[in-house]
């Protein structure tokens, strides 16, 4: 323990051990060996700001710790207090909602930017409007009574007794680390994707001043929350809602990617059936039939056709689907000509392609459909 932060120290114990005086000395001086570490570890954290005001800021007043002492502790109220039971369990409450705030405000800010930087839609910022009330109230909360009572809560202070102290000591270590270069990097990305929301949907009345009014949180609470702990109920939610954008976009830009590459490969696949089969085209149109003729324009029948390397020249064959009437492929082979397909629609007289034709209609017809004459050389 630094010489500059004793002083400030012994002082809030002392007024720690008057208000427990009523307590056997033996189990005094217990509790006063045990909360000395923890009264240190403040002390030293706030470094040259130590003293025993900027202590009861941060922890509550002496008189508060040691009631939160006797109740973590199970030991009996003091004497002169009959009826602050009400008052301390009212506390711990107002202490509670403080905490969860906290760390549901955090989750909520989290999720809250995946969703909008995925979307990009600054309708997405509603219910981060409800996110901030509940942070909102959380910090009020703190600002006024200090963190010293969110601190002294039994579940905290059991959970920094055990593996919670060591989160808690690389989270100071952490938030020494990023100041202030994790802030402006959450400022610049903050102000990214308000120009995003503009950009792409040409409407930024909500996303713009919420994002950038965020970006200015951000640059004014996060390194003040290195030396005062009440900026941690406003920088714990925006590094939440920071990270979530930032994993949102990422997503959005993978997912971007994939899908250029899935629309290229789409295009490339035109030129093949379904099943991966390599189409046989005209230009940009699929050939279904060739009708061949010979010299005097009489047409060939029971051809099959192959390419100059003698592999079959293989086109897909189609028919219709008896019960819906539909062109469905049956096939393939090199075997031409074929059965060209007629369809449309038959009325309730039985015309096709009538007025009022209601019912699908599909044939499969053999006579070639055109005639042709053939140039004489």
Not at 146 to 162: I, K, M, N, T, Y
Not at 206 to 231: E, F, I, N, Q, Y
Request: hydrophobic share 45%; net charge negative; with cysteine.
């Amino acid at each position: 323990m630094s010489t500059h932060t004793q002083p400030a120290v012994r002082a809030y114990l002392a007024r720690v051990r008057t208000a427990l005086s009523d307590l056997p000395a033996g189990e005094v001086d217990e509790i006063v060996d045990d909360v000395r570490p923890h009264l240190a570890e403040i002390a030293e954290s706030l470094g040259e700001r130590a003293s025993v005001d900027a202590m009861i800021e941060e922890l509550g007043t002496p008189e508060s710790y040691a009631a939160e002492v006797r109740a973590a502790g199970d030991y009996p109220p003091p004497p002169s207090v009959n009826t602050g039971e009400g008052d301390r369990k009212s506390g711990r409450a107002g202490a509670r909602m403080s905490l969860w705030g906290l760390v549901l405000g955090a989750f909520g800010a989290m999720v809250m930017g995946i969703v909008i930087g995925s979307s990009r839609n600054d309708e997405a910022l509603v219910p981060l409007l409800v996110v901030a009330v509940l942070a909102a109230a959380a910090a009020a909360y703190v600002w006024i009574n200090g963190p010293g009572v969110v601190r002294s809560l039994p579940e905290v202070r059991w959970f920094v007794a055990g593996s919670g102290g060591v989160w808690s000591q690389r989270l100071n270590t952490a938030l020494q680390a990023l100041n202030p270069v994790w802030w402006w990097l959450s400022a610049a990305l903050l102000t990214l994707l308000a120009i995003v929301l503009v950009a792409e949907w040409y409407n930024g009345v909500l996303g713009l001043p919420v994002l950038l009014a965020v970006a200015a949180l951000a640059l004014w609470a996060g390194p003040k929350s290195r030396t005062d702990r009440r900026m941690l109920w406003a920088a714990v939610p925006v590094s939440a809602f920071v990270v979530g954008a930032g994993l949102g976009l990422a997503g959005h830009l993978i997912e971007s990617a994939h899908g250029h590459s899935g629309d290229f490969h789409a295009y490339e696949a035109t030129n093949t059936t379904i099943d991966g089969e390599p189409l046989l085209l005209y230009g940009q149109e699929e050939v279904e039939n060739l009708y061949l003729f010979d010299s005097e324009g009489t047409p060939l029948t029971d051809v099959y056709i192959y390419t100059d390397d003698g592999r079959p020249l293989l086109a897909q064959r189609y028919g219709c689907e008896q019960h819906t009437q539909e062109k469905i492929p049956v096939g393939r082979d090199n075997h031409f000509p074929r059965p060209h397909i007629e369809q449309g629609g038959v009325d309730e007289f039985g015309t096709v392609n009538g007025y009022n034709a209601y019912r699908a209609f599909c044939q499969e017809v053999d006579e070639v459909p055109f005639t042709v004459a053939v140039p004489v050389e």
